[in-house]
């Protein structure tokens, strides 16, 4: 009877090539979760980012009178109100920063601003509450390779105010 007492070449093979295969496995489980992570993060980050910069932008908005929108540069916009006065919007695409009044943030790391802020009015057939200025910011996610629009809307009645838009 012979006495065995180790492993054969064969054995040590197949178990380093199962190992191999399992370890490869679990790595690619765990890049695939830590790239789904950053993504989150990201998605995150810049739902802060827009909630924070829209309670600032939809309150003036909302809670005051435009009276003049005019451009003084590249991105960058005045925006006169009734009651608080002239607020000037501008974004730096270089720093990806936006400053907004006395709001001054900067995108999250995976977001970088693309073309012009652009800003419209258009005048409907409604009685009322009949003319809109829309304010579209546009940025793209680099994880997801994926443009998003962030806009406002101003609506008003043309019968009784008058925005001066020099645009």
């Known amino acids: ?10 054995e040590l093979v ?57 451009i003084c540069g590249s991105n960058c916009y005045n925006i006169t109100y009734l009651n608080n006065g002239e607020k000037q919007l501008l974004i730096d ?3 990806s920063i936006i ?3 006395s709001y001054k943030d900067r995108l999250p790391s995976d ?20 003319s809109y200025i829309v304010l579209t910011i546009t940025v793209k996610n680099d994880l997801e390779n994926k443009i998003e629009k962030i806009k406002y809307m101003y609506q008003y009645d043309s019968d009784t105010h008058i925005v001066d838009t020099n645009l």
Do not use: H, P
């Open 1 to 10: 009877m012979k006495n065995k007492k180790g492993f054969t070449t064969v």
């Open 99 to 101: 400053t907004y009044g």
């Open 111 to 130: 977001y970088r601003f693309i073309d012009e802020v652009e800003i419209t009015s258009y005048l409907s057939d409604e009685v009322g509450f009949d």
């Open 14 to 70: 197949v178990s380093f090539v199962l190992i191999a295969v399992i370890s490869i496995g679990f790595f690619n489980t765990i890049l695939s979760l830590q790239k789904q992570q950053q993504r989150n993060i990201a998605i995150n980050q810049y739902k802060a980012f827009t909630l924070s910069l829209n309670s600032s932008i939809q309150n003036d908005f909302l809670n005051d009178r435009i009276d003049k929108i005019e």
């Open 93 to 95: 695409e270089e720093n």
